[in-house]
């Protein structure tokens, strides 16, 4: 039998503000924080070599001052990530002004930011580098930015954009006002002819992702955003595998309160 990786469904949708202006408090405090981390002096190489349970402190190694800047190595704590997060410009991250958090999953916070420079609003998913690692997710967190970029579909929430930061990841996204679960919460119940369309819509979905060899394996409410006609897109890649022909997936994965009995007791 194959690994089991489940999520909890912990993580909550932040109701829109009404303005969107500056948001104040202790949970912005929070995620503002996530800005501030970009600069600090701590470096993440650091952190990655506590990480390998290396008790002694790391040593910068002796410079080799021959050595031109294109020719030095790439430090792991950056090379690990690529070429899915390439490096960017601190310029570009401070083209975006943060407009507000969105929600908060259980491996990324996403904010809703404005990137100046396209005059578009944006989903900005940002997951710390040191919880990939302590998850053993680089492969699964990499394998998300390149099926998100190999696919093109109506009912499927494309990639914008992704990079690193020090310590960050970023998967920028369009930013969708509402998903599946928070507009069922709010109304209560969808009318028949809804219902049919939303499962119609999500059976292309899959039925696209088949054919080209992509599981989602998280497949819930919280995951499916509407654009602002009430068409469905299917967003989440994070636990998705791309299978060669004939291949199958072992792992029992999924969001613990939308898996099935079976898969719960690994049957
Ligand atoms: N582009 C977007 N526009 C608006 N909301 C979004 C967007 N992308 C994600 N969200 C919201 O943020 C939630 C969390 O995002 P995502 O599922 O990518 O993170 P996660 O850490 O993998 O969460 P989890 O594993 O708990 O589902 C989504 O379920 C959705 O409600």
């Given at each position: 039998?194959?690994?089991?990786?489940?999520?909890?469904?912990?993580h909550f949708?932040?109701?829109t503000?009404?303005k969107?202006?500056n948001i104040q408090?202790?949970?912005?405090?929070g995620w503002?924080?996530?800005?501030?981390?970009?600069?600090?002096?701590?470096s993440?190489?650091?952190?990655?070599?506590?990480?390998?349970?290396?008790?002694?402190?790391?040593r910068?190694a002796?410079?080799?001052?021959?050595?031109?800047l294109s020719e030095w190595p790439?430090?792991?704590f950056?090379?690990l990530?690529?070429?899915?997060?390439?490096m960017?410009?601190?310029r570009?991250q401070q083209q975006?002004k943060i407009?507000?958090?969105?929600?908060k999953g259980s491996?990324?916070?996403v904010?809703?930011?404005?990137?100046?420079a396209?005059?578009?609003v944006f989903?900005?998913?940002?997951?710390?580098?040191v919880k990939?690692l302590q998850?053993?997710?680089?492969r699964q967190?990499?394998?998300?930015?390149?099926?998100?970029?190999?696919?093109?579909h109506?009912?499927?929430?494309?990639l914008g954009d992704?990079?690193?930061g020090?310590r960050?990841l970023f998967?920028?996204?369009?930013?969708?006002c509402?998903?599946?679960?928070?507009l069922?919460?709010?109304v209560g119940?969808?009318?028949?002819a809804s219902?049919?369309l939303?499962?119609?819509?999500l059976?292309?979905?899959l039925?696209?992702?088949?054919d080209?060899g992509?599981?989602h394996?998280d497949?819930?409410m919280?995951n499916?955003?509407l654009d602002?006609?009430?068409?469905?897109?299917?967003?989440?890649f994070?636990?998705?595998?791309?299978?060669?022909?004939?291949?199958?997936?072992?792992?029992i994965c999924?969001t613990?309160q939308y898996?099935?009995e079976?898969?719960k007791?690994?049957?």
């Open positions: 039998m194959g690994a089991v990786s489940c999520r909890q469904r912990q949708r932040v109701p503000p009404r969107c202006g408090g202790p949970l912005a405090r503002k924080s996530l800005w501030c981390g970009v600069g600090t002096i701590r993440g190489l650091e952190e990655l070599w506590e990480l390998q349970g290396h008790q002694e402190p790391l910068p002796p410079l080799l001052l021959e050595k031109t790439v430090p792991q950056i090379s990530f690529l070429p899915e997060f390439p960017r410009p601190v570009r975006l407009l507000g958090l969105v929600a491996f990324g916070t904010l809703k930011v404005l990137d100046c396209q005059k578009a989903a900005l998913k940002v997951v710390p580098k990939v998850r053993d997710t680089l967190c990499k394998e998300e930015v390149s099926i998100q970029r190999q696919i093109n109506p009912f499927i929430h494309s992704s990079w690193q020090k960050h998967i920028m996204c369009s930013y969708y509402t998903d599946l679960y928070s069922w919460a709010a119940c969808f009318p028949e219902v049919r939303f499962a119609a819509e059976v292309l979905v039925c696209y992702l088949h080209l992509i599981i394996r497949v819930k919280e499916i955003l602002d006609r009430g068409h469905l897109k299917l967003t989440d994070g636990l998705s595998r791309h299978l060669p022909q004939g291949a199958r997936a072992y792992t999924g613990l898996m099935g079976r898969a007791d690994g049957g």
